[in-house]
């Protein structure tokens, strides 16, 4: 990825962080015009002590003590930015990621894994927010440093200034090299940094089935390896780095040296005073802090191409379409075209010209065997996944539309397996519907064979763990069904909602749909023939053929 559209990345990414960071690069720039005239007051002051200037000391004490005060106050101004725009400028590009996550399209085969996504997420983040408020202004201070002395200390000896400007061509031949190598060195660390969070956060939430596999041991070992992988990473990189900075401090201490020696020479000779010999001194500091500097900046902004590469490739994904939704108010039926779908440009088809009418107010049971595309149909349906062939329309008496994200307003939705959120009851229920009332939270329990909530001591503010924890499959099964339907929809569609259920519960519950609302679609797929006696209709899917 070239560095130039890195950079336009990098602009239109700072939108939102860059009150920080101009509020930084002031203070910065207000302490270096404090360092010179610190210089300049140290040398009046010496000067009128050795009678080499005329003078008050009172006035050039009191100036001194101006200018320390000035830069204790700019220290805490710094302090005071960070701590107060810090946190915000965090925030503002973590959600804007989060967002972009959230709302990108979903193709259903995922290349990354979610650890690698949330390490991008935080650590990525995290990184490129500290460069773009703090390292950028200090770049721009240590270079207006470099400037400001380096024209100071011309005005004071031209040959001395020049002298030590002669370091800035070797030091960029040497930053061109350092910086390509270790470019590649951080790459490989944030690549196993993700790994691990990856092993770690997969271990956590599968603990029960490594424990019934009597794998902990391996997945310990796993981790174990990826962590040495990393520690053998960071010490490359320590090693690289300690290497080229010993030789960079070689370079500014022959610098310091020759400035001394210089300064030496030329008091002894009776060409400069003692308050310009300590000026020298500390002009050179001045100098050569700023490209000493540099050398700890380039790590930091090779972490920030790294980490930018890394939140540009979330980025990539496409936005849905989702703007001005289409509504069916008073029910719709959907309808499936000579349909044709695989997940992957020379995988396996999954559907292969695969035709169906829902009419409105049906309610259809789908039946077929593992890996028939059941699933699969109800993604299409739902605008998650897009045809590789055919179309899919939702259809009342009067228009018919393609299936889009614009139509999934329509659309209630339980997929298969425990869907519950961590926190209370009433929060999962209220992800239905953010509108709805205690009322219709109760009605929805009812109608989904959940009224065993209300009769808990928390009733709807009982807190159920991650995935539910707390609950039985059932229980958590029920309640997702309840917070779906408080989703007002023309079609609902049920992924083996029922799955966990007994007979009779699942028999209850499919009355109470059926009765729920006239003219509400229904889309149910299932493996229990039991389910047929309540259904208008009955698809049954086979597997496509290999392709």
Known sequence: MSNRKIVGWLWHASRGLRLQAVLNAVIGISSVILDFAFIYATKWTIDIATYRAEGSLRVAAYALVAIMV???LLGFCRKWVSALLGVRSQNILQQRL????????????????SGDTLNRIEQDVRDLTACITETFPALLEVSFRLVGAFLYLFHMDARLACLLICIVPCFLVLSKVYVRKMRTITRDIRSTESRVQSILQESIQHRAILKTLERTGTMIEKLKQTQ??????????????????????????????????????????????????ISFIQLVGQIQGPFRDMTRFVPVLISTLTASERLMELEEVPLEDDANPIAFAAGAGVRLTDVSFKYKEGGRTILSRFSCDFPK????????????????????????LKPTEGHIEMYDETRTVSISPRTRNNLVYVPQGNTLFSGTIRDNLLLGNPDATEADMREALETACAGFVMDRPDGLDAVCGELGAGLSEGQ???????????????????????????????????????????????????????????CSQVVEMKRASAS
């Open 70 to 72: 000035s830069k204790i």
């Open 98 to 113: 989060f967002a972009h996550l959230l709302r990108s399209e979903w193709n259903g085969k995922e290349g990354r894994h």
């Open 228 to 277: 040495r992988q990393l520690r053998g990473h960071v010490r490359h990189r320590a090693v690289f780095s300690s290497t080229s900075s010993t030789l960079i401090s070689f370079g500014f201490g022959t610098g310091y040296l020759v400035t001394f020696l210089w300064g030496v020479d030329s008091l002894q000779a009776g060409t400069i005073t003692y308050g310009m010999m």
């Open 361 to 384: 107010g049906s309610t259809t049971a789908i039946l077929g065997e593992t890996g028939a595309g059941k699933t699969t149909l109800i993604r299409l349906i739902l605008a998650l």
């Open 476 to 534: 958590a099964q029920r309640i997702a069904i309840a917070r779906a339907l408080l989703r007002k929809g023309s079609v609902l569609l049920l992924d083996e909602a029922t799955s966990a259920l007994d007979m009779q519960t699942e028999q209850q519950l499919l009355k109470n749909l059926n009765d729920r609302e006239a003219g509400q679609t229904i889309i149910c797929v299932t493996h229990r023939p039991a389910v047929i006696a309540y």
